[in-house]
């Protein structure tokens, strides 16, 4: 009996990443009455896909740690970009409605903008002023959507 | 004759001032975001989807589809002058076409791809035209059982098709309709997997989840291989083919729109897939398989013919069957939702102006590209030197003022923010994010079915294989799983798809 290793790192994960929704799925219909096959309730289908899936991530697993599998790492993660972006993201939908469209666009470009390796302040400063300009002119003048333009304390 | 009665129907629809208007719009957008990298027809048409909302429903369909054929056209502009595929179904062009313009040929290679597309485009329109009606007539056949199948052997072959093993294919579809159980069961009211959040009782989103994943995500994943443009640029002289060029082009985009009107309306299939097989196919059939990748005309001709067509034809299962084909289309399933159009054999019948309008307005709309590309390359080509770092946060603006507006709420916005981590986990995990998005949109409507059918057969599953229609329709299906498991077309198969 040779020692049990993970060869397939990522197929390992993959299969990983499908138990555990299936898992969480299972688990929550599970407070949603099954009924029959002839009169499914609506925990009924959503059991068989969380069995279906757990079996597809068990398979995986199985897999990446069969001795003839091809030996792979877990690529490195880019945490920093993927913070500015999806920071920037948030903090739009968190400044809209207090500080306005405005104020909300400028947050999300300039702190986007710090995701790109070639950050410069004028740049970003520049690139703000020119989508902000659009934006204006295309959703709220042109297309007419309901966007809180100004701060929320001069309405 | 029904089929000039129809399209006569279709131009009086498309040729409407406002829907010219909004073909042009369509494909001038999809111009653009063919030629940048970066930004596909996917995150695009997410991104334009709530704001449709204002338009009149043909208006809004004939703009979207514009945007999709459109960037095939401008993914090759930039694909052939400066080696970069603005979309990955021209990928291929790239190889040949390239090569082209360092032999000084790019104006070429331009003209071939684009009276290629051309082509394909009016043959895929009639391809259409033609197999509305009776595909349309066959959807009336069928029952719940017979749908519940037909969407089984969609999933399954998207899931073969798209890159990628097939486990993994198969796992993101089950996991999209997990998540499309979210929200109120409509047989029953019941609220599932909402935790009590009001936002949840509707469902998810596909728009939020398309844009996180294919929107920012994407982003994260461009910032990170921070490769710099090398652009090549040189003046495009001489645009027309010689008496040699066409000889071999043309046989070339025969076979290209042939293959590519084919693999479209599979299940799976549409625009990347037709020009990989063209490829592919072009190279086994040459004389002179040597030349391919120095340069080769036909390399150029059948895979541009190829995507055009099969973009243009995935929109058959969606509107006879209401089944999408790919992910694009499944946006479109959304783009319908919004105007209360149920896609499926009913548009044909209820909307025949919308139907034959849409099909006619992208006849009208390859022409359109054709007068719009050729004369304008060098403003496509210049468009690339914008720096990705000024580019990406204006994708981002769009995208965020897209998901804001589908509510007008702050909700979606911070979903798309989840998703987006969600994306990189699945780029990093070499995830295909295709599969589960068809999975959300189709999983409904094959709960819906399959509860259905068994409540005829009172809980008798034995039924799907005693209908002729479903039992063939799932055993394609497992035709399909058992193939690809097979050792040989396996390899081949990752040869054909690899990029």
């Not at chain 2, 054929?69 to 002058?81: K, L, N, P």
């Amino acid at each position: 009996m040779t020692k049990l290793t993970i060869r397939d790192q990522r197929a390992f994960a993959e299969g990983a990443l499908f138990l555990a929704f299936a898992i969480f799925f299972f688990v929550t219909a599970l407070n949603y009455p099954a009924g029959s096959a002839a009169r499914m309730g609506p925990g009924y289908f959503p059991r068989l896909l969380a069995i279906v899936l757990a079996a597809i991530g068990l398979f995986a697993m199985l897999g990446a740690v069969r001795p003839t599998a091809e030996r792979q790492g877990l690529p490195r993660w880019d945490i920093k970009g993927l913070a500015w972006v999806t920071g920037s993201v948030a903090l739009f939908a968190l400044l809209l409605f207090p500080l306005g469209l405005i104020g909300a666009l400028f947050a999300l470009i300039v702190v986007s903008s710090k995701a790109s390796p070639e950050f410069t302040w004028t740049g970003a400063l520049a690139n703000a002023a020119i989508l902000i300009a659009l934006c204006l002119l295309v959703f709220v003048s042109g297309l007419g959507l309901q966007l809180p333009v100004w701060p929320a304390l001069f309405n | 004759m029904d089929l000039f009665h129809n399209l006569a129907i279709g131009f009086s629809t498309a040729a409407q001032p406002a829907n010219l208007l909004y073909a042009f719009f369509g494909c001038l957008l999809g111009t653009l975001i063919g030629v940048l990298p970066g930004l596909g027809p996917l995150a695009t048409i997410a991104m334009l989807l709530p704001i449709t909302y204002a338009l009149q429903p043909d208006a809004a369909l004939i703009m979207l589809a514009g945007i999709y054929y459109g960037a095939q056209y401008g993914g090759s502009t930039t694909a052939i002058v400066v080696n970069l595929p603005g979309e990955s179904s021209s990928v291929v062009t790239t190889i040949d076409g390239y090569q082209m313009a360092k032999q000084g040929r790019a104006g070429v290679a331009l003209s071939t791809a684009a009276i290629g597309s051309f082509f394909a485009g009016c043959v895929a329109t009639l391809a259409l035209a033609a197999l509305a009606g009776p595909l349309t007539a066959a959807a009336l056949l069928f029952g719940p059982k017979e749908f519940f199948a037909l969407m089984i052997l969609g999933l399954i072959l998207a899931s073969v098709l798209s890159s990628g093993p097939f486990i993994e294919g198969i796992g993101m579809v089950v996991l999209g309709m997990l998540l499309s159980l979210v929200g109120t069961d409509l047989s029953t009211g019941t609220q599932r997997f909402a935790f009590g959040i009001p936002q949840l009782f509707d469902g998810l989103d596909f728009v939020p989840l398309a844009m996180g994943i294919f929107g920012f995500a994407e982003i994260v994943k461009n910032l990170e291989q921070d490769d710099k443009l090398s652009l090549v640029t040189q003046k495009i002289a001489n645009l027309f083919p010689t008496r040699d060029d066409f000889r071999r082009m043309f046989p070339a985009i025969l076979r290209g729109t042939a293959l590519g009107t084919l693999l479209g309306v599979l299940p799976g299939g549409g625009a990347v897939l037709s020009s990989f097989a063209s490829y592919t196919l072009e190279k086994k059939l040459s004389k002179h398989p040597e030349q391919f990748g120095k340069g080769a005309i036909e390399g150029v001709a059948g895979p541009e013919s190829a995507n055009n067509a099969g973009a243009q034809t995935s929109f058959i299962p969606l509107l006879t069957l209401g089944v999408p084909s790919n992910v694009v289309m499944a946006l479109m399933v959304g783009a319908m939702n919004i105007h209360n159009i149920q896609p499926g054999p009913e548009v044909m019948t209820k909307n025949p102006t919308l139907f034959w309008g849409l099909i006619v307005s992208m006849w009208v709309g390859n022409l359109m590209l054709l007068i719009l590309n050729l004369p304008l390359v060098g403003l496509w080509v210049k468009l690339h030197t914008i720096p990705y770092r000024y580019l990406f946060p204006a994708i981002m603006v769009f995208c965020s003022i897209g998901v804001y507006s589908i509510n007008s709420g702050t909700f979606e916005v911070y979903e798309a923010a989840i998703f987006c981590v969600f994306g990189y986990l699945l780029i990093k995990l070499q995830l295909p994010a295709a599969p589960l998005l068809l999975g959300l949109v189709l999983g409904p409507a094959i709960e819906e079915n399959f509860r259905r059918a068994m409540v005829l057969s009172r809980g008798d599953v034995s039924v799907f294989l005693t209908s002729p229609l479903s039992a063939a329709l799932l055993a394609a299906a497992a035709i399909a799983i058992v193939l690809i498991m097979l050792p040989t077309i396996r390899s081949r198969r990752e040869e054909a798809l690899q990029e």
